[in-house]
């Protein structure tokens, strides 16, 4: 699973023209590691790392973000929210040194601010408010 995952990241665009569908597979592969076991803790940090520097990078960002997104969406729904407090980290620096780019559209901006408000969703249990 590990190297389906290294192997989708390192695709790029021009490559694998459906971008959407490479992101869901990815997603879904993290959301499997995920479910399986706290195991793959260390596998599913350095899967988010990696989209964390595709991000930072800013170039072809549109599969790190779309990935990242399905991945949050995915586990907002799950009854697992709780534990993936330990991959937030990465995911807010990535998004908020990309936010900062010049290079960065108004709709990257919007897609990182969603990406934002997903992960304050993952970790908003903590204060013990329901909203």
Not at 29 to 50: E, F, H, Q, W
Not at 108 to 128: P, V
């Amino acid at each position: 699973m590990q190297e389906l995952c290294l192997a989708l990241i390192s695709m790029k665009f021009a490559e694998y023209p459906h971008l959407n569908l490479q992101a869901r597979i990815l997603s879904q592969a993290l959301i499997y590691l995920y479910k399986d076991s706290s195991a793959n803790k260390t596998v599913i940090l350095d899967m988010i790392g990696s989209l964390a520097d595709i991000i930072i990078e800013g170039e072809d960002i549109e599969m790190a973000v779309r990935t990242i997104t399905n991945l949050l969406e995915h586990v907002e729904q799950e009854a697992i929210v709780k534990e993936f407090y330990e991959y937030v980290p990465p995911i807010l620096g990535a998004i908020l040194s990309a936010f900062t780019s010049d290079e960065i559209t108004s709709h990257g901006r919007e897609q990182l601010l969603h990406i934002f408000y997903l992960c304050l969703r993952t970790i908003s249990w903590a204060d013990g408010i329901d909203n």
